[in-house]
């Protein structure tokens, strides 16, 4: 993996509109239980304005910014080697439904460990205020030859 | 109704706050892959899985990732209330075509801010008897 990838950051991804039918396919998909991802009224008596979507949901908009780092012509990074290390999300407020967020990503670090390759890229989310809303961390190792 | 918000003073580091097992099939990992956009065969096709190492089709890691909070969630009464969780993928979680894979969640109190009525909720999250998320930790905001 080409080391000079560490602090690039990339342009904003394409906005993406928060659909409440979306986060409730998510929500479903992931064994979700609690109203306040289905039910409009339970997330309004919570205080929210719309549906809530699940802590991980914004892989879902992180994801975009992800390609472009695997798509970057100079990063090296083949897709079939890579293996997801770890992942974080950390939140200034929950996604609700109607929220149209624009992740953008900064690669924060490179690093070798022996034959691999660990590359942790930071995808930063905000509304369409500009306001912060999530930050997604990922780590992904990329195998090398043994 | 969600649950109430849990009172932040009543909890002591160690307190386990929330368990459950949940069976995984083949039709979870579809219908995750559809969810999230995350089209990656080695989580429906076996040849694939195969051809790159692992035993067969394996779970996507954000599929285990999000159900193993799901528990923290319903115990807070309100998913807007984690503030940040964190895991790191330590083993595949393997799908049987026939007998799916069951995952079992203990949640348990792990660190406690009360400046800022903040609970770190440490989670252990196993197959087959082994742990396959690491340092999983929730922050959740509480009353």
Redesign the interface.
């Known amino acids: 993996m080409n080391p000079e990838l560490q602090g690039r950051e990339f342009p904003p991804a394409r906005p993406y509109l928060v659909g409440r039918e979306?986060i409730r396919?998510?929500a479903?998909?992931?064994?979700?239980?609690?109203?306040?991802?289905f039910d409009v009224e339970?997330a309004r008596a919570?205080g929210?304005r719309d549906l809530?979507?699940?802590?991980?949901f914004p892989?879902?908009v992180q994801?975009a910014t992800l390609a472009q780092l695997l798509a970057e012509p100079d990063a090296g990074i083949d897709f079939?080697r890579v293996?997801?290390?770890?992942?974080?999300?950390?939140?200034t407020?929950?996604v609700v439904a109607g929220d149209e967020l624009t992740a953008t990503l900064r690669v924060t670090s490179v690093k070798s460990l022996g034959p691999h390759s660990m590359v942790t890229a930071e995808s930063t989310i905000v509304d369409a205020d500009g306001a912060h809303v999530v930050t997604a961390t990922s780590t992904l190792v990329v195998r090398g030859d043994e | 109704m969600p649950a109430p918000t849990p009172d932040f003073d009543t909890l002591t580091v160690g307190d386990i706050v929330a368990e459950r097992t949940v069976d995984l099939s083949r039709d979870s990992l579809v219908r995750y892959a559809g969810a999230s956009g995350d089209f990656n065969p080695i989580h429906y096709r076996d040849d694939i899985a195969t051809s790159v190492g692992l035993p067969g089709v394996i779970a996507h890691g954000m599929l285990t990732m999000g159900l193993a909070v799901q528990p923290v969630v319903d115990w807070a009464g309100d998913p807007g209330r984690v503030e940040d969780y964190q895991v790191r993928f330590t083993r595949p979680v393997v799908v049987d075509p026939t007998e799916g894979a069951t995952v079992t969640i203990s949640a348990k109190v792990g660190q406690l801010d009360a400046e800022a009525r903040v609970a770190r909720i440490d989670l252990t999250t196993t197959f087959g008897g082994d742990t396959v998320l690491g340092k999983a930790q929730v922050r959740v905001r509480l009353a």
């Open positions: 979306k396919e998510f479903t998909a992931v064994f979700a239980t609690s109203p306040i991802n339970a919570a929210h809530v979507a699940p802590p991980t892989v879902v994801e079939s293996v997801h290390g770890d992942q974080r999300f950390t939140f407020r929950p």
